[in-house]
């Protein structure tokens, strides 16, 4: 297996040292990897600016001209939680730059897979805002390059990030070349509070939207009882080319914004669950964008399992270990979904 890694550069002087989505979270990442003996094994890519036009292709362009004012001021807030510096025009445009330069080198066979190790994170940009850290939506730009631009007709994107992936969901609610599926913990008090399980696409999108609205507290297994009862059957009947993957490992349950259980054991097991869906379905095209994780130790842990498992190797062991508790009954929302979802209803599963 080959497989690529894309880093920018440009993300480092986007930076506040009294937030929690912050420069060290991708340092960390780069030294782990020297660490772990992986970077001889890898393909690193040095990631190029997204172009302008290439990030309207899914937000406005007032969206850009904010982000653009914002930064050139430098130490602006966009909103309560995404903040700008004078480096964040570049950072924005690095890290959607990097995540279409790892979808293409998939798409055009240059490599088996890739990691677009990114910051900030994208999966709350919607077309028209920029928040919850996030200023462009780097998933869906690489998502929109590759079927405007690369040909691919038909792309599922999985969100696992803790977080619902509410900017994903509204750039492509009413596309069906896009099948989106989203984990998320969810409730009243639960950023961004989105996400809910009959939120399923309209108009030529209708059924192409799975939420899994999770109470907090999901562990490793009810979260790959999920994902076996229900995103698998999903993404097969859906049938993708390529599949993009919202990669937030803030649902560990030593992450400090987080709600679930989740050990890094666990993320193993949905990522080789997603690889081998890869294999089955489109030829292993498969691409991970790095989105939340703010336990750096623990982010960097997934991360180094998931480059594992890419390279066809086992994750390797679990530094942090799991927590021993009784998880929620997921059986109802189980139950519902195969029942009314669309791509869901007839299948045996």
């Not at 939680?81 to 995540?99: E, I, N, P, Q, R």
């Not at 979260?223 to 097969?236: D, N, S």
Request: charged share 15%.
């Amino acid at each position: 297996m080959t497989t690529a890694i894309v880093t920018t550069p440009y993300h480092e002087p986007h930076d506040d040292p009294t937030h929690v989505e912050i420069a060290a979270r991708l340092k960390a990442i780069h030294r782990a990897i020297e660490q772990s003996g992986l970077l001889h094994r890898l393909i690193q890519l040095d990631a190029r600016l997204a172009t302008e036009e290439q990030i309207q292709a899914v937000h406005a362009a007032r969206m850009l001209e904010q982000l653009h004012w914002a930064s050139s001021e430098g130490g602006m807030l966009l909103n309560i939680d995404t903040y700008t510096t004078y480096g964040s025009w570049d950072a924005a445009l690095g890290a959607a730059g990097a995540s279409i330069q790892a979808v293409e080198a998939v798409v055009q066979g240059r490599v088996n897979n890739a990691f677009a190790l990114v910051r900030p994170p994208g999966h709350h940009a919607t077309p028209n805002q920029s928040m919850g850290f996030c200023m462009f939506n780097n998933v869906a730009v690489a998502a929109r390059y590759a079927l405007d631009v690369l040909g691919i007709e038909r792309v599922a994107i999985v969100d696992f990030d803790v977080h619902h992936g509410n900017g994903t969901q509204d750039i492509f609610y009413n596309d069906n070349r896009v099948l989106f599926c989203s984990s998320h913990g969810y409730g009243a008090t639960f950023y961004p509070g989105t996400g809910g399980a009959n939120e399923i696409g309209k108009d030529v999108g209708y059924g192409f939207t799975l939420n899994l609205p999770l109470p907090f507290n999901v562990g490793d297994e009810g979260m790959l009882y999920l994902y076996e009862r229900l995103v698998t059957p999903v993404i097969r009947n859906f049938c993708p080319q390529l599949i993009l993957v919202s990669a937030g490992y803030d649902g560990h349950w030593d992450d400090p914004l987080g709600s679930m259980n989740l050990s890094v054991s666990g993320y193993a097991r949905i990522t080789e669950q997603l690889i081998a869906l890869a294999h089955e379905l489109c030829q292993g095209r498969i691409v991970f964008v790095l989105e939340g994780g703010y336990n750096i130790q623990a982010l960097c842990a997934c991360v180094i399992a998931s480059l594992r498992m890419l390279l066809g190797n086992a994750p390797g062991p679990d530094p942090f270990g799991s927590v021993t508790a009784n998880e929620p009954d997921l059986t109802i929302l189980t139950r519902r979904l195969r029942q009314t979802h669309p791509l869901l209803q007839g299948l045996i599963v």
